[in-house]
Each structure stands twice: as C-alpha cells, then as structure tokens.
Nanobody, 119 residues
C-alpha cells in the first residue's frame, strides 16, 4: 500500500554533508519502523540505520555510527549524512518494516537515490 520516494542524492566531496529524504505516499509511517539501506558497487546491501515506529529508538551500523542521523516527521523519513567519506558512495533506499529487529524482508521499498562522495 505504501509508496516510498527518496530524494536528495547528490555528488559531494569528502567531509561535506548531505540530507536524504523519503516521502511516504498512500499510507502512514505510524505502524512501521523505517530503515535506510545502501548498496555500494561490489558490495552486499547494508542496512545503515533504522528508526522505530514511534520514533523513540534509533539504530546505526558501525560503519555510519556518529556520522549519520535518522529521523522522521509526518510522512517523511530523513537521513542526515555528516562528514561524508568515499565509502558512503552507494544507492540509498528507504524501506518500511514491521520493526527494526525484524529479520525478514521489509514490507515496502523505495527506488533509491544515488550518493557519490568523491573529490
């Protein structure tokens, strides 16, 4: 039922900041935890962050801890990327899931937005 649309992908230099946004269409995020995944060339898809349905709990992978901040407000999910590094280069995708600790596939996926970190 939900449609997720990511925006904000861009080309930035190392050390710069970037803010990604995920717009939810056709439903509400109140019943879902939402997460950000990324797929870098030659690597498996990685879940980098997740926020609980009530917005009170957040999770980050070791690779982005301290640099990324996840948040949601209304129908939007955001990912603030600070101090970007080349390893952050990837297609970033948002997803709605029953919970941040849920082991199965997310219920809904966005199409992804490209982030390139390069000098």
């Amino acid at each position: 039922q939900l449609q997720l649309v990511e925006t904000g992908g861009d080309v930035v230099q190392p050390g710069e900041s970037l803010r990604l946004s995920c717009k939810v269409i056709g439903g509400s995020l109140s019943s879902y935890a939402v997460a950000w995944f990324r797929k870098a060339p030659g690597k498996e898809r990685e879940r980098v962050s997740c926020i609980s349905s009530d917005g009170e709990l957040t999770y980050y992978s070791d690779s982005v801890e301290g640099r990324f901040t996840i948040s949601k407000s209304g129908s939007r999910l955001n990912l603030q990327i600070d101090d970007a590094v080349p390893e952050d280069t990837a297609v970033y995708t948002c997803a709605a899931t029953p919970g941040c600790l849920y082991g199965g596939d997310p219920n809904y996926w966005g199409q992804g937005t490209q982030v390139i970190v390069s000098s």
